[in-house]
């Protein structure tokens, strides 16, 4: 589903805006960290968080992923929060971490409420 | 309500990934030039556009920007279409271009068909 001219968009450790749906039905959209492998995209999250609530009410979420050095091309992800896995360790924070070049002294002090979200894409647009 | 700390993000030509909602409830998100001038935002458009049947039947949206060179600092506004203004000549959409520093060979073919969405912000956060 996702255009072979355009997977770097997800492989490359950019920043996707992932829009949310409030209880109010309001969007949300902020920038976060994500993983991709071909099937899912992953967020981490916690279970203290807006965003938390908002993909436990209204799964439906979309991500919005733009070149830096390109930004005209982009990429647009309309999917599903297929899953919610918790992550109390924060082994997938962590590797997120590493993904992002982020150092770490040891697991966040939220690890025991982290999560991760587990995105199955549905529809794409992209330019 | 924007705070001083993060107008930069809007007075700077970056990119505004504007999530809305399609009329099946999912959210939809993609990168879109604005203008800020302290009280609206302002964004170009077509009436022959997703974007503009989605904000025709639910006014809410949100953006987020974040900073190029320090990508973990971003703004995100919710607010709603207050009004959406005919653009015939495609004025607003030459005033864009201007901003983002792309050069047009006379008004865009859609033209007649450009509007303007002019969205007053009603909440924001930032990091």
Chains 1, 2 share one sequence.
Do not use: C
Request: aromatic share 10%.
């Amino acid at each position: 589903m996702i255009p072979k001219s355009h997977v770097d968009l997800l492989t490359r450790p950019l920043f996707a805006h992932l829009a949310t749906i409030r209880s109010d039905g309001m969007p949300q959209v902020n920038p976060m960290w994500f993983s991709w492998d071909g099937t899912f995209l992953r967020f981490t999250n916690t279970t203290r968080r807006r965003k938390h609530r908002n993909v436990t009410e209204e799964p439906r979420v979309a991500i919005s992923v733009n070149d830096p050095e390109q930004p005209y091309r982009y990429l647009e992800v309309r999917g599903r929060v297929e899953r919610i896995e918790p992550d109390p360790t924060a082994a997938f924070f962590a590797e997120l971490a590493q993904r992002y070049e982020l150092t770490l002294d040891g697991p966040p002090p939220d690890a025991p409420d982290r999560v991760v979200f587990v995105v199955r894409p549905e529809a794409v647009s992209y330019q």
